[in-house]
């Protein structure tokens, strides 16, 4: 039996934390990176005695997250602890919701290379996130950090509807612009405030049983999780085709070794022992919440993609690229509003600004300079203080250390040249050291023209007034 | 009289009248304490020498009129499982014998607002789990009528230290019966609040759905005074109620006319003390001739009250005590070798055998395959307990029953019999289940001299009705003019 007489069945668990100011169940900060044990209490910190307040916000967000994927949200929902023991959970559970989602049944729509489809969502629900163990390298043992206990999570628990590692990362790329659409999440992967665990199984093409399925946890980027799903389908489908049976277990994934690997015994099958937490009360929303919760929701990637071909004119794949990003999305609005060049600021964006990012495997969060400052680009291009070849320079600049374009090209001395002497100068130099390319025009080569203007640009760093130049030439050589 | 035979009310008029002074109280109390501490041992931690540091400092600001609580300078003790920022809270656990929370339980705070004076921690079963006391890691306390008798539990510091006079009055907590049991053993009064009146913010969980902070004082009056200062909605507990402050001492009043008692049969059938009985019927011809209606009736759910409360408390006692793993704070064994082991070893070190019994009980309940068959079907028994108690007020004001089947027994005769044990909650449990206010009041005492308690339990929030109901008795009875506690050994 070959590979593709089989199917890969998958569904993915999503924990995003909420961009919250404070924490679930007490008041202390939720910002990353701050030193080990500073944004504590003695709440998160499980002292004896202590008990946990619902911050409201959270269940706004998971509203919103609810609403945003179309989800039916419950008006009677609870809270259940889950019990186990790890050093990073201090109280030995995880106050989390078993039965009683906040919201369920939904779905997101994706793009495939067949069309649309359905990724169906199970439920919706909160949850607080557990510490940090840190590797003590002085003693060898390990030290905790609970920092991130506490932080408020959405787990968002797909159906077993992907079919393959490009629908998984197409799904989590089109959750994780919804979440940022919304404004719930700031999603930053590298951070962990985005992670996926990624149930995979494999079954025969046609067979309506679903196989045995292995969970991988915690996977934090792109590519690794398509790297993973594609590695450890490949196993399944290779026990499963020498005779061997699937086993339920939960895996590790290692990027640098690029295997899974198994991570706990099977004697330690865990049970959570779920029951109501009894500090906490039953959280009710009333119709009048929901509903003005529904009517805050901003507009989400479709709808501006919508605009964006309507209104801007942009072509499909520009639409696409440029809406599925929140982040640049607004980038892109502002940039055009103020520049008053949507084409030009479209074409920066899924061109240059796209291939920097790329290069530098970088999220659009992480773009360093401001909407104000690539119109400003824009513009200086537009009006000729500078030239296309420049700007590229400057965007360079602008993501090594943001500040003002006009700035950048002052200190580097990159403004145009414009002035008809100055490029009348530069022009008959290059025709004197080129008499050959003349010769050549001349003969009708139109090609030598283009060589003429290019030796012109190096001469001036690219900073010769393009258009005159060719103009320049052209009388030149037309004389 | 003593000092220490006061009560609060009668040591805040004296106060008021400059017959004695707030340092004069403390020095009594602190005699007091050195006297008999050391034959009663309801201690885990006094406060001597500070509670004597603060009197002075407390007296000069009353006098300077920069405080002017009534409740200024007045001693109490703490029941050793509420957190007192500062001073070591040690649930009467060896896990938590060197723990100083960084905070005071809210109740705590609520009497420090007062410039009350904390006389020191009181002993306790180990994590309230109890009703004699004798499982505490430190000491086994005495109760003060009888030595050889146990003070009744959990709370049986508290109980044992009103009672004996080393404080004016105590808090306590209650989870099945863990303050009016000591109260009825100790001859003095306990009061659990309705569910939610108390936050239990700084109270170390027990079980979360029935643990309440109430007062354990030596007449009605103190109780419904304590209860003011303890009483009201807390932002940290969310199962705290937000209702209109009370003065309950406002209902303190001796006419109870057409007051409706309830009498529920079950509770004076099998298994209940003849002693007991007889000074309950007693009780109740009393409450006749003050005016009140008696009826008998039958609460027949209360039979499945106790298997329902012991699953319950204990799934939920199994989950709040799996923090004390020996990483962050509490006890941690001295030797592992790897993670698995320090949990272990830190937890069999740290807890005692009532603790782990039931965290080994609420583990099992909470099992998958076995939460329906017990979990969810305890819930469900206590829907029907506090239905039918629903039906009870719609008869009656109040339900009046034993607090207890027996009086306090000896010291050992139980301990390694735990079902025996818990036998003793049987007419305390059912309240907590259905988060109902119950208090219990002394009606008298056995031919050995023991006291026997009744217990007078009302509707939700209904504080008011109960305490009215026990200050008539009080009144008509006077028992704490009638009997002292012996110091019998």
Redesign the interface.
């Known amino acids: 039996m070959s590979k593709e007489d089989y199917e890969i069945v998958m569904g993915l668990e999503v924990h995003a934390e909420l961009s919250t100011k404070t924490k679930i169940f007490c008041s202390c900060p939720t910002g990353f990176g701050a030193e080990p044990n500073t944004h504590t209490c003695?709440i998160c910190?499980?002292?004896?005695?202590?008990?946990?307040?619902?911050n409201e916000k959270v269940v706004e967000y998971a509203v919103k997250a609810g609403f945003a994927t179309n989800c039916e949200i419950a008006r009677h929902s609870k809270n259940d602890?889950k019990?186990y023991?790890y050093?990073d959970l201090?109280?030995?559970?995880q106050i989390s919701q078993f039965d009683k989602p906040l919201c369920e049944h939904g779905y997101v729509e994706i793009e495939t290379e067949e069309g649309k489809k359905k990724i169906r969502l199970t439920r919706i629900h909160i949850e607080e996130d557990a510490g940090k163990l840190n590797h003590d390298e002085y003693s060898g043992g390990s030290l905790?950090d609970l920092n991130r206990a506490g932080v408020p999570l959405i787990e968002i628990v797909s159906e077993p509807d992907i079919r393959s590692a490009k629908e998984a990362e197409t799904y989590l790329r089109k959750l994780k612009s919804i979440l940022e659409y919304i404004e719930v999440s700031d999603c930053k992967m590298q951070e962990g405030s985005l992670r996926a665990d990624v149930n995979v199984s494999v079954r025969k093409k046609g067979d309506p049983k679903l196989g045995t399925r292995t969970e991988m946890k915690n996977m934090n980027s792109f590519r690794s999780i398509a790297r993973a799903i594609r590695y450890e389908a490949q196993r399944q489908i290779d026990v499963l085709k020498e005779g061997g049976k699937i086993e339920q277990e939960t895996l590790r994934w290692d990027d640098v070794s690029g295997r899974t690997f198994s991570m706990r015994d099977k004697e330690d099958a865990q049970?959570y022992?779920?029951?109501p937490?009894?500090?906490?009360?039953a959280i009710h929303l009333t119709d009048e919440y929901i509903s003005k919760i529904r009517e805050t929701l901003p507009e989400l990637p479709e709808t501006r993609k919508k605009r964006y071909l309507e209104e801007y004119g942009l072509s499909q794949k520009d639409a696409n690229l440029i809406s599925s990003s929140k982040y640049l999305a607004d980038l892109f609005e502002k940039a055009s509003q103020e520049s008053g060049n949507p084409k030009a600021v479209n074409n920066w964006i899924i061109s240059d600004i796209s291939r920097i990012l790329n290069e530098t495997e970088s999220e659009p969060i992480e773009i360093p300079f401001d909407s104000h400052q690539l119109a400003k680009l824009v513009m200086l291009i537009d009006k000729g203080t500078i030239s296309s070849s420049i700007g590229k320079k400057v965007l360079v600049e602008l993501f090594e250390k943001p500040r003002d374009p006009e700035d950048i090209i002052a200190e580097k001395g990159w403004v145009q040249i414009s002035d008809e002497g100055a490029i009348l100068a530069v022009v008959t130099q290059i025709l004197e050291q080129n008499p050959q390319s003349i010769a050549d025009y001349k003969a009708g080569k139109d090609r030598a023209l283009g060589f003429l203007v290019g030796q012109a640009m190096k001469q001036t760093k690219g900073k010769a007034n393009p258009k005159m130049l060719n103009e320049m030439f052209l009388k030149e050589l037309t004389k | 009289m003593e000092i220490t035979e006061l009560t609060v009310h009668e040591l805040q008029e004296k106060l008021k009248k400059q017959e004695i002074t707030i340092t004069e109280i403390v020095g009594a109390y602190a005699k007091r304490i050195e006297e008999k501490e050391p034959e009663v041992q309801s201690f885990v931690t006094t406060l001597i020498e500070e509670a004597k540091k603060q009197a002075k400092e407390i007296e000069e600001k009353v006098k300077s009129g920069e405080i002017t609580s009534d409740f200024a300078g007045i001693p109490i003790g703490i029941k050793d499982?509420?957190?007192t920022k500062g001073v070591r809270?040690t649930?009467s656990s060896r896990m938590?014998e060197n723990?100083v929370?960084?905070?005071d339980?809210t109740v705590v705070e609520k009497l420090n607002q007062e410039n009350m004076i904390d006389l020191g921690k009181l002993n306790m079963d180990e994590f309230a789990m109890g009703g004699s006391t004798e499982y505490s890691y430190f000491k086994k306390t005495k109760n003060p009528w009888n030595l050889s008798k146990v003070p009744g539990g959990s709370s049986g510091g508290s109980a044992a230290a009103v009672a004996a006079g080393l404080v004016p009055w105590a808090l306590g907590s209650d989870t099945g019966g863990s303050i009016r049991q000591p109260a009825s053993f100790c001859g003095v009064v306990g009061l659990k609040p309705t569910y939610g009146l108390v936050s239990?913010?700084?109270?170390?969980?027990f079980?979360?759905?029935l643990d309440q902070v109430g007062p354990i004082t030596k007449d009605v009056r103190d109780s419904a005074m304590l209860l003011n200062l303890i009483a009201g909605h807390d932002?940290?507990?969310?199962?705290s109620a937000k209702r209109e402050k009370i003065d309950y001492t406002k209902c303190l009043t001796q006419d109870i006319k057409g007051l409706k008692i309830g009498v529920p049969k079950e509770f004076f059938g099998e298994g209940i003390n003849p002693e007991v009985k007889a000074s309950l019927e007693k009780a109740i011809e009393t409450y006749r001739l003050l005016g009140a209606e008696i009826r008998e009736f039958s609460l027949d759910i209360a039979n499945y009250s106790l298997a329902a409360y012991y699953i319950i408390a204990c799934?939920?006692a199994?989950?709040n005590l799996?923090?004390?793993?020996g990483?962050?704070?509490g006890y941690r064994t001295p030797e592992f070798s790897d993670?698995k082991e320090l949990?272990k070893k830190s937890r069999s070190e740290g807890f005692g055998p009532e603790v782990k019994r039931r965290i080994m009980l609420g583990?099992y309940v909470?099992?998958?395959g076995y939460?329906d068959a017990y979990?969810k079907k305890a819930q469900q028994v206590r829907t029907l307990v506090m239905n039918e108690f629903n039906q009870g007020y719609n008869q009656f004001d109040v339900i009046l029953t034993p607090t207890s089947p027996t009086v306090a027994f000896t010291i050992g005769s139980k301990s390694n019999n735990p079902l025996e044990m818990y036998l003793s909650d049987i007419c305390t449990v059912s309240v907590n289940v259905a988060g109902l206010p119950a208090i219990s009041i002394p009606c008298g005492v056995d031919k050995e001299g023991m006291p026997i308690g009744m217990q007078l339990i009302g509707n939700k929030f209904q504080e008011e009705t109960i305490l009215k109901a026990a200050y008539a008795y009080e009144q008509q009875v006077n028992f704490r003019e009638q009997y002292k506690p012996q110091f019998k050994s």
Request: net charge neutral.
């Open positions: 003695p910190m499980a002292m004896p005695g202590t008990l946990p307040v619902l602890r019990n023991f050093p201090p109280k030995a559970y905790v049970d022992r779920y029951f937490d009894p500090d906490l009360v | 499982n509420l957190c809270t649930c938590l723990f929370a960084p905070y339980a239990r913010y700084g109270l170390v969980a079980a979360s759905s932002e940290k507990d969310t199962t799934a939920e199994s989950s799996g923090r004390f793993d990483i962050r704070y993670l949990y583990t909470l099992s998958s939460y979990y």
